[in-house]
């Protein structure tokens, strides 16, 4: 299985506080630095899980982006498209003691893909998978369009990820909708937020419904979540899970969430 995962790589900086946060003073934390962005975690995941997996998207050489870049090839992910000298995305996470985190993106660079700089042997795939965030911002959305289409060619299923209920609201739900529909995506997948933002499933599309603790509807097949002894934290959990199902279906989904949040940081 070739996975082409269409989304950002960005330096991720995870805070873990061991305490409630203490205003205009110390919080003791837990902090860990890795490669992120929901294209580049998909990828490293779907390499974890036995799958051949190509990173596609913008990035910079400056001193983030270069530290992205080799912690994402360490995880035998094949890194493609065009770099720029400055400004890598840098995402800071703050994961809460119950495991639930938020996130601060700078997304950098990776908003200015063009489609003139897609190449059609980067899509030379099975499976093309986009990042909801592609969507969301011009030049890249058109990029992501002509990756669908050069993907389509080659023979490949396309996938997408809806992403962040606070950035579809903020695009408009009806216009975000409107964007992936014409994508024709053969799989979404959503959280309950997302869908509910988002308007519902697309009629013909497998409808892949991520409810946390609580487990995962795969096209309405309800599957619990898997046990796990502790909740570290839940960031990445949802590109592990679409990971595991494009490579090996709903069983290897639901393991690969399970590892993902019982570790600090999204990448395997």
């Given at each position: 299985?070739?996975?082409?995962?269409?989304?950002?790589?960005?330096?991720?900086?995870?805070?873990?506080?061991?305490?409630?946060?203490?205003?205009?003073?110390?919080?003791?934390?837990?902090?860990?630095?890795?490669?992120?962005?929901?294209?580049?975690?998909?990828?490293?995941?779907?390499?974890?899980?036995?799958?051949?997996?190509?990173?596609?998207?913008?990035?910079?050489?400056?001193?983030?982006?270069?530290?992205?870049?080799?912690?994402?090839?360490?995880?035998?992910?094949?890194?493609?498209?065009?770099?720029?000298?400055?400004r890598n995305g840098v995402v800071v996470s703050l994961a809460q003691r119950d495991g639930a985190r938020s996130m601060f993106p700078d997304r950098g660079v990776a908003v200015d893909l063009r489609p003139?700089?897609?190449?059609?042997?980067?899509?030379?795939?099975?499976?093309?998978?986009?990042?909801?965030?592609?969507?969301?911002?011009?030049?890249?959305?058109?990029?992501?369009?002509?990756?669908?289409?050069?993907?389509?060619?080659?023979?490949?299923?396309?996938?997408?990820?809806?992403?962040?209920?606070?950035?579809?609201?903020?695009?408009?739900?009806?216009?975000?909708?409107?964007?992936?529909?014409?994508?024709?995506?053969?799989?979404?997948?959503?959280?309950?937020?997302?869908?509910?933002?988002?308007?519902?499933?697309?009629?013909?599309?497998?409808?892949?419904?991520?409810?946390?603790?609580?487990?995962?509807?795969?096209?309405?097949?309800?599957?619990?979540?898997?046990?796990?002894?502790?909740?570290?934290?839940?960031?990445?959990?949802?590109?592990?899970?679409?990971?595991?199902?494009?490579?090996?279906?709903?069983?290897?989904?639901?393991?690969?969430?399970?590892?993902?949040?019982?570790?600090?940081?999204?990448?395997?």
């Amino acid at each position: 299985m070739r996975v082409v995962s269409l989304g950002d790589l960005v330096l991720d900086v995870v805070v873990r506080a061991d305490r409630e946060l203490a205003r205009d003073a110390d919080t003791p934390a837990r902090i860990s630095v890795s490669a992120g962005g929901q294209g580049a975690n998909v990828a490293a995941w779907v390499a974890e899980l036995g799958g051949e997996a190509r990173w596609l998207g913008k990035r910079a050489t400056d001193p983030a982006g270069r530290l992205a870049a080799e912690l994402l090839a360490h995880h035998a992910v094949e890194l493609c498209g065009p770099l720029e000298p400055e400004r890598n995305g840098v995402v800071v996470s703050l994961a809460q003691r119950d495991g639930a985190r938020s996130m601060f993106p700078d997304r950098g660079v990776a908003v200015d893909l063009r489609p003139d700089e897609v190449r059609p042997q980067w899509l030379d795939c099975d499976h093309l998978h986009v990042s909801g965030y592609a969507l969301l911002a011009e030049p890249v959305s058109s990029a992501a369009r002509r990756a669908v289409e050069l993907a389509r060619a080659a023979g490949a299923r396309v996938s997408v990820d809806l992403s962040s209920w606070s950035t579809i609201e903020a695009a408009g739900a009806s216009t975000f909708r409107e964007l992936v529909e014409a994508l024709r995506p053969d799989v979404v997948f959503a959280n309950e937020d997302e869908e509910r933002v988002f308007g519902g499933p697309l009629a013909g599309t497998t409808w892949i419904l991520k409810r946390g603790a609580r487990g995962c509807s795969f096209d309405g097949d309800e599957r619990p979540a898997l046990p796990v002894d502790r909740v570290v934290d839940t960031t990445g959990a949802g590109d592990a899970l679409a990971a595991g199902y494009l490579v090996g279906g709903p069983t290897v989904a639901l393991e690969a969430a399970a590892r993902c949040v019982a570790r600090l940081g999204s990448m395997p």
